[in-house]
């Protein structure tokens, strides 16, 4: 089993920079996938940003440029650095693992931009 809990979330106005973290504790595998998704009022949970165990990264289109995801592995911890964020930004930020054909979600965090 794995727990992931998020961090970091909070009110910001257009232009400024947030720092989520994800915590995970449990049992790893040595190959596994760690993302971001998010998910806007009304609106389908997306992919945001992805990252696997041997550092490759990939982002959606619309964060490209502002937003970096990083890990940790010593400590299992995941981090998404998001800059110059836009109003569209808004909504529950979600990490997730996926190892072993399992997929592990944490409860969010709520980023909120003002514009």
């Known amino acids: 089993q794995v727990q992931l809990v998020e961090s970091g979330g909070g009110l910001v106005q257009a232009g400024g920079s947030l720092r989520l973290s994800c915590a995970a504790s449990?049992?790893?595998?040595?190959?596994?996938?760690m993302s971001w998704y998010r998910q806007a009022p009304g609106k389908q949970r997306e992919l945001v940003a992805t990252?696997?165990?041997?550092?490759?990264?990939d982002y959606a289109d619309s964060v490209k440029g502002r937003f970096t995801i990083s890990r940790f592995s010593a400590k299992s911890t995941m981090y998404l650095q998001m800059n110059l964020l836009k109003p569209e930004d808004t909504g529950v930020y979600h990490c997730?693992?996926?190892?072993?054909?399992?997929?592990?979600w944490g409860q969010g965090t709520q980023v909120t931009v003002s514009s």
């Open positions: 997730n693992l996926r190892q072993g054909g399992f997929t592990y």
């Open positions: 449990g049992s790893f595998f040595s190959i596994n996938t």
């Open positions: 990252i696997t165990s041997s550092g490759v990264t």
